[in-house]
């Protein structure tokens, strides 16, 4: 098998597709001598007839049957190696990695993905979720060459930030929740009363000060899904992305609450995310394109009134 060439595998799978010997030759544009003698070269090798030629037209005998998915298979794996050495070439990494904060909207980075993966499919992607300033961390110890990062943890001369979108912060509880049946604005004093979940910053660096935390009794929590269970379950109250309970809030599996004051605030906030890379490191083709894609603000990802 070690004179099995690429030639032949091609050849192979273009009579399959075009019916023929003849039609094979006419599509490839070579004489059809040169298409049966590929074909009898790869059916030597393979010590296996791939075609039936008994009839008018050949026909796959079982062995053609069970090699040809694996002939295509390695059509594609040297069509992909050729990409991506060619896209290396033009400057095209070969892997990018993502870090993306927990409460961004999964939507909007599954779209844009998407369309990195049509645009530039030979890159290998790695996607890592974390929160606060965890993400700020990946990107600063070169674990992650984008990142999607609150605003607030990624002030760093190290860092170029842009935009990316505004996160609007709802509070709530589950129905059952004594807190639930307040009517009008509760005031900070209730809050504190009732355990809190708050979203934990697990920073190797530390995060900033603890923003939103009111209550006397907190739990602190690394994963977003673990509060909104949680929260569900009616564990506690706590803050979460509208975007992420809005189905909860519109089936009544959670109650809106409306704090009297948050942080010195009459409202709850939005929170700012930017999309940022190290400066001293320079983003490839599929990079660039990814981090211009995600710089692409747009409005709050909430038709509710706001909090307050």
């Known amino acids: 098998m070690d004179d099995l060439s690429i030639d032949q595998l091609r050849v192979f799978v273009a009579v399959v597709e075009a019916g023929s010997f003849s039609a094979a030759a006419r599509a490839q544009g070579r004489a059809q001598s040169a298409v049966t003698y590929a074909v009898q070269k790869l059916e030597a090798h393979a010590g296996l007839p791939l075609f039936d030629r008994s009839a008018y037209r050949p026909t796959l005998t079982e062995a053609g049957r069970a090699l040809l998915p694996r002939a295509r298979q390695i059509l594609e794996a040297v069509g992909g190696f050729r990409a991506q050495a060619q ?19 999964m939507p909007r980075l599954v779209a844009a993905l998407r369309e990195m993966q049509t645009r530039f499919p030979s890159v290998q992607t790695r996607v890592q979720v974390e929160s606060l300033g965890a993400t700020r ?18 002030e760093s001369d190290a860092l170029h930030a842009a935009p990316a979108a505004e996160i ?17 604005a509760i005031e900070p004093q209730d809050l504190r009363e009732h355990l809190q979940l708050v979203l934990s910053d697990r920073s190797a660096r530390g995060g900033g000060p603890d923003r939103g935390v ?19 379950a009616g564990l506690g109250w706590g803050s979460m992305p509208v975007h992420v309970i809005a189905d909860d809030l519109a089936a009544g599996r959670l109650v809106r609450l409306t704090p009297a004051s948050w942080d010195g ?44």
């Open 265 to 308: 605030s009459p409202r709850l906030p939005y929170l700012p995310v930017v999309v940022v890379h190290r400066r001293d490191r320079a983003l490839g083709t599929a990079g660039r394109w990814l981090f211009e894609r995600l710089a692409e603000p747009q409005s709050p990802f909430s038709s509710a009134p706001p909090a307050g």
């Open 137 to 154: 961390d990946a990107v600063l110890d070169a674990r992650a060459d984008i990142g999607l990062v609150i605003q607030s943890d990624a």
């Open 168 to 184: 609007e912060l709802v509070a709530v509880a589950a129905p059952d929740h004594p807190l639930a049946e307040r009517q009008g």
């Open 214 to 232: 009111v209550a006397l009794r907190t739990w602190r929590l690394g994963d977003l899904g673990a509060k909104h269970a949680m929260l569900l």
């Open 87 to 105: 896209g290396m070439t033009a400057g095209l990494e070969a892997e990018l990695s993502l870090v993306v904060e927990a409460m961004f909207p």
